[in-house]
């Protein structure tokens, strides 16, 4: 009789779930992603009691009074069952145990970090199997201590436990890098009465070997399976052996005929991970699938004598024919609801069929009728059906879509808050730890530069459980938690006064993300919102995100925001938003992140140059070129040749500058260990080019990263290595590809030189060809610049502004006044003693001429001190009033009230003596370009210099020197410059006067 299939029913959350009977068989265990541990007294258990043993659980194994659990601490736990209390220890491994096998003489437990262990029940000693070259995926262990295990490197070993002796390797099977992603396990089987037989899943099939001569014995094929099988199990009896495929069909056969069992078909098209059946060999197994879902397959053979299964078979004929009456009702009804051709070829289908005593179309036409949807036929007769029963005339079942679990949100550069001891962030400014024990709590802060900051350690009595460092800030953000609201917490590392702020989240807001920069700190909360601060407490803006936050980052005035822009199907659709703070001006560009093919996202952050750069499970790392709104690969973990199938990379920082990555292996393990300290590691980018091995593609990788990515000296390295490929390209007698070369490239500094190389080889007609672009790139460029200019002067806010904040800085006048404090000296009371500039050639003044002079025509009581009798330099003189430098009031009403004392220049430019060149040449470029419209930037910048020079006072005493317009003398007079210094010299070097 044909078995039957319980629906699949919730069992755990989505991912990887394990089944396994209690060794009685009265109940069923089953454990999930979500770290249950739950005891089912039969599928229709509605509430099975449930224990949460860990973060994550991946196999549990039942014997007498204790089972075994394997989670994600990297060991396999014991307990007392069923009361679940801890009883010990059995394995530790450096990544979690993915699979576990014993009888009656050993017990053996596999791990993703590729090694099998294997503890003897007897004496309690204990080995472990290496050399593997994977994770390892499924194992068995049978009578004759045989332990048969499948690795991920699509290989199926077989040891002898006793000896430990490597009996048998086969090949061919499916890879996989790691057990997460793992969907064909191979799981092998042993025949469970004598062990001689070994049966595993391949392709289609399963093999049946012999484990003496290892000989093919059998193969069972189901010729109507349409996928591959992932998982096979004997019977406890080996009489029957069943297999699960990746689209959640259950094959059965019977192993002394090979005869396949008929049974229903499957609810879900879910592959299946797990097969188990019940030790009372009742013809009963359970199953669970990738969905975190278990079901069971019953009534698939029947033990009992003839008489027996007699009466049962007319129990089921008696119920069969009471059912066959109860549905004649419904029948008539769905066969009036049919067309008339449909109903003619039903009863054709139906007089065929009288004989047929196996015939089911029936059975097939109630159970579309009944399908869980519904879906109309179109356009129908009108013939006494209204639009209710048109809407159930024709229905079918429909595959329920499969559904896939969106990233939940994550901390870069962290490991799990279920770690006793874990890193809350770990990045190039320092290193965060949380020791969460029976007798700590507590967050530890490191700084790699401690001449910079001391180490900081904080009683963690907020429960904080995500952190963002910078070079200036400290921010850590708690949960919400016992009734506590969630809250962000700021250190200042560099400030004086109160160094800590915090702010409480609204309402029942939590916190889901933090991150933080020497200017900003940002969270990001549950109800898809962005909380943004000043790196010194003030509450900035309050930002919407239009979709599920995963993760955050900061660089100085930027900030980008990780979210999901789309539901995830096989891949996660993620999106940046790169934000930059500059005032209270805020402006954003969104991106689409490229993850790698079913990968997720682990880390996000930016480089030392300011660029975005994201990485994901799948070991690619890309960083965004802004200019070119692109994303560069730049590195693959698979490049790493020290990094082993179940290792893991974790990455720390990534320079732009110095081309490298510095991260962490994780041998085994997903993050790294808090004790022993980790060593990090540096890497150097490695794009994908095609053929690294020649010179040129070589020189093609350099002159890449030349150009899109921010490398020290990157024209430098782009002039180099472009003239190394266009000789490259002549030695090779490939002028058009040089040529081409040169005018991808497209830069005015680039053709002298290739120029001047094709002359000197005497490519003359190359040279020539090369000579017009030279005026072609240069207009490109300063349209380029001038473009660039307006660019940044218009989008103040843009990526990549901070590049041109200095210049803008540079070429803004500052009108601001500047307030000085007044010195005690510069005071000027009225005085009629005091002598002006008209007396001073009279010899006499009086109390209404000193009083009707001000301004330029004042003067000043020490004005027969010069310079060098005072001391000041000849700047400092320069800039003190005196008799030979003082100007007329017409040139101080023509100059708008300038300071009397700067020195006028009869030039174009304005030149004052403090001045640097580059300043002046910005003030007075368009004068310039005006002036000699043909020159180039070059030789524009040389003009500028004669002139800036020619303008500047010439010696130390040009600024006392007075112009021949004043009557003044050209010369100072000997005597007032080589006079000796007196007394009064010494204390007139405390005397200011200000000027104007």
């Known amino acids: 009789m044909p078995f039957k299939r319980s629906p699949m029913r919730y069992a755990h959350i989505m991912g990887y779930t394990s089944v396994t009977y209690q060794d009685d068989g009265n109940c069923i265990i089953s454990v999930g992603y979500d770290g249950d541990f739950r005891i089912w007294n039969g599928i229709g258990d509605d509430d099975p009691p449930t224990v949460c043993v860990g973060e994550h659980v991946w196999a549990a194994l039942q014997y007498g009074d204790r089972v075994l659990v394997a989670t994600d601490l990297n060991t396999v736990q014991a307990y007392k069952y069923p009361s679940l209390d801890k009883d010990g220890i059995e394995f530790r491994f450096t990544a979690f145990v993915t699979c576990m096998a014993k009888n009656k003489r050993f ?29 390892v995926l499924s194992m068995d262990a049978s009578k004759q201590d045989l332990l048969a295990a499948s690795i991920g490197d699509g290989k199926l070993h077989i040891w002898d436990m006793k000896t430990k002796e490597l009996k048998k390797t086969i090949h061919d099977l499916p890879k996989v890098k790691s057990f997460e992603a793992v969907v064909h396990f191979s799981s092998p089987t042993f025949e469970p009465k004598k062990g001689n037989l070994l049966a595993y899943p391949n392709g289609k099939e399963v093999i049946l070997l012999n484990t003496t001569t290892w000989d093919v014995v059998k193969k069972f094929v189901n010729p109507k399976l349409s996928t591959t099988l992932t998982v096979c199990r004997f019977s406890p009896m080996g009489d029957y ?24 078909k499957p609810y879900d098209a879910n592959p299946i991970t797990k097969l188990v059946w019940n030790p009372k060999n009742n013809g009963e197994l359970a199953l669970s699938d990738g969905n975190g879902q278990v079901g069971t397959v019953t009534d698939i053979f029947v033990e009992g004598g003839e008489d027996d299964a007699e009466g049962a078979d007319i129990v089921a004929m008696a119920e069969k024919e009471d059912d066959d009456e109860d549905d004649d009702a419904f029948d008539d009804l769905f066969n009036a609801h049919l067309k008339p051709d449909e109903r003619d070829s039903e009863n054709d289908a139906s007089g065929d069929d009288e004989g047929n005593e196996n015939c089911i179309e029936l059975e097939k036409l109630k159970s579309q009728v009944m399908g869980p949807t519904q879906k ?89 459980t995500m952190a963002g460092l910078s070079e200036t800030v400290l921010a850590m953000a708690c949960p919400n938690e016992d009734g506590n609201p969630s809250k962000i917490v700021c250190i200042n590392q560099a400030a004086f006064g109160k160094r ?37 407490g003030t509450q900035r803006e309050v930002i919407a995100v239009a979709g599920p936050i995963v993760a955050l980052a900061a660089y100085g005035d930027h900030f980008l925001v990780a979210y999901h822009s789309a539901p995830a199907n096989e891949d996660q659709h993620i999106s940046l938003m790169i934000v930059t703070c500059v005032n209270f001006k805020l402006r954003c560009r969104e991106v689409r992140v490229p993850l790698t093919a079913g990968s997720e996202m682990q880390w996000v952050g930016y480089s030392d140059r300011g660029s975005p750069a994201v990485y994901d499970t799948a070991g690619m790392l890309n960083i965004y070129h802004a200019t ?39 041998r085994g393990s997903k993050y790294p260990l808090t004790t022993p300290k980790p060593i990090p590691m540096e890497v150097k980018f490695a794009l994908p080019m095609c053929d690294l091995e020649s010179e040129k593609e070589c020189l093609e990788d350099d002159l890449v990263r030349s150009l899109y990515l921010k490398v020290n000296d990157a024209d430098k390295l782009m002039k180099e290595t472009a003239v190394k490929l266009f000789a490259l390209a002549c030695k090779n007698e490939c002028e058009q590809r040089a040529k081409e070369l040169v005018e991808t490239i497209a830069s005015s500094h680039l053709i002298p030189l290739v120029i001047k190389y094709a002359s000197k080889i005497r490519r ?21 610049e001038k473009m660039e200019q307006e660019s940044v002067r218009e989008n103040a806010a843009i990526v990549n502004e901070l590049q041109h904040i200095n210049l803008e800085a540079i070429t803004k006048k500052d009108t601001t006044p500047k307030i ?15 002598k002006s500039t008209a007396a001073a050639t009279d010899g006499i003044s009086s109390p209404a001429s000193s009083s009707g002079h001000t301004g330029a025509n004042s003067s000043n009581p020490l004005e027969h001190l010069t310079g060098k009798a005072i001391g000041f330099s000849a700047s400092r003189s320069s800039s003190g009033p005196s008799v030979g430098s003082k100007l007329t009031s017409s040139s101080v009403d023509a100059t708008g009230g300038q300071d009397e004392n700067r020195p006028q220049n009869s030039g174009g430019g304005t030149s004052t003596p403090g001045m640097k060149f580059l300043p002046w040449f910005e003030l007075n470029r368009d ?21 800036f020079k020619a303008q500047q006072p010439k010696g130390a005493s040009s600024g006392a020197a007075s112009s021949p317009a004043d009557g003044g003398s050209a010369k100072r007079k000997l005597d007032e410059s080589d006079a000796p210094e007196s007394g009064v010299s010494k204390l007139a070097k405390f005397g200011f006067v200000k000027s104007g």
């Open 241 to 264: 052996l069943a297999a699960g495929s990746e689209s959640g069909d259950i094959c059965i056969w019977d192993c002394e005929t090979g005869k396949l069992v008929e049974g229903d």
């Open 764 to 784: 003359y007609h190359l040279a020539d060809s090369l000579a017009p672009l030279l005026p072609t790139f240069q207009e490109q460029e300063v349209q380029e």
């Open 820 to 834: 000085k404090p007044l010195p005690v000296g510069t005071k000027k009371p009225t005085n009629p003693f005091r």
């Open 927 to 947: 004068d310039l370009q005006r002036k000699h419209p043909e020159a180039d930037e070059q030789q524009l910048i040389k003009i500028g210099m004669r002139e």
């Open 628 to 666: 070119s709104n692109l994303w560069l690969p730049i590195y693959n973990a698979e490049y790493l040749q020290t990094k082993g199938a179940s290792d893991h990379l974790f990455i720390i920082k990534v320079s732009e500058s110095t081309q490298h990555v510095q991260l962490v292996l994780c």
């Open 376 to 464: 109309s036929d179109g356009a129908m007769s009108d013939a006494g059906f209204d639009d209710d029963d048109r809407g159930t005339v024709r229905s079918e079942r429909l595959a329920v879509a499969k559904s896939y679990p969106q990233q939940h949100p994550f901390q870069p550069s962290s490991t799990p808050n279920s770690l006793e001891h874990c890193y809350l962030v770990y990045n190039h400014v320092g290193i965060v730890r949380r020791h969460a024990t029976d007798k700590e709590n507590s967050i530890e802060v490191e700084f790699h530069d401690s001449q910079q900051h001391h180490g900081i350690h904080l009683n963690n009595f907020l429960n904080h």
């Open 107 to 135: 017990i053996a437990a596999g791990s993703e970090d590729a090694t099998i262990k294997v503890l003897s029940v007897d004496d309690g000693e204990q080995f472990e199997l290496e050399n593997l070259e994977g994770p």
């Open 500 to 536: 800590e702020w915090t702010y409480t989240m609204p309402g029942c807001e939590e916190i889901i993300a933090v991150t933080a920069s020497d200017k900003i700190v940002v969270v990001a909360t549950d109800s898809r919102l962005l909380r943004v601060y000043t790196a010194r």
